[in-house]
């Protein structure tokens, strides 16, 4: 049997953008469902199940294509930081469920130093089933350009 350890895995991204990190968190904690008018290659919709938009414990269902293929994740919100610019969930059902125990997303934007544009930190923290299960590294280019499609909406609303 495998050591559990080696079924744990993190992957970190950070996409450099032009849009302030407080309009790209606000994009992800109040109105995620604007994400598929500016990503409509990658993602399909992105309805409320359960409570409020930007709330702690609030569920969202996403419906996105991840290697050509439509794909489902019901995700619950662990955490909204808007000071920080923090905004985490879990993926509690869906395709991502089949393959791993556990599947955190944690995205927090960041103000460049130069005072233009925003780093964003995408951390993904996740618990294979098996080792049998890859690594998501195909996710690493779908969040990068969900995040390029997410700034250029944002600039386009200026």
């Known amino acids: ?8 895995g993190k992957l970190e991204i950070e996409v450099e953008i032009k849009a302030s990190a407080e309009k790209f968190h606000h994009m992800f904690a109040e109105r995620p469902h604007h994400i598929p008018k500016a990503t409509p290659g990658h993602i399909k919709g992105c ?14 269902v996403w419906n996105y294509v991840h290697d050509g293929e439509p794909k489902v994740a019901k995700d619950i919100i662990e955490a909204v930081d808007r000071e ?7 993926v509690i059902e869906g395709d991502l469920v089949k ?33 049998e299960v890859a690594h998501p590294e195909t996710l690493v280019q779908l969040l990068t350009e969900m995040s390029q499609g997410i700034d250029e909406h944002l600039l386009t609303e200026e």
Request: glycine share 8%.
């Open 1 to 8: 049997m495998a050591e559990p350890s080696s079924l744990l």
């Open 84 to 90: 920080k610019n923090l905004f985490k969930m879990r």
């Open 47 to 60: 309805d409320l199940h359960d409570g409020e938009w930007g709330k702690v414990g609030s569920i969202i």
């Open 99 to 131: 393959e791993y125990k556990n599947f955190v997303l944690t995205i927090q934007a960041t103000p460049k130093h130069d005072g233009s544009g925003s780093i964003v930190h995408w951390l993904i923290e996740y618990e294979k089933i098996s080792e």
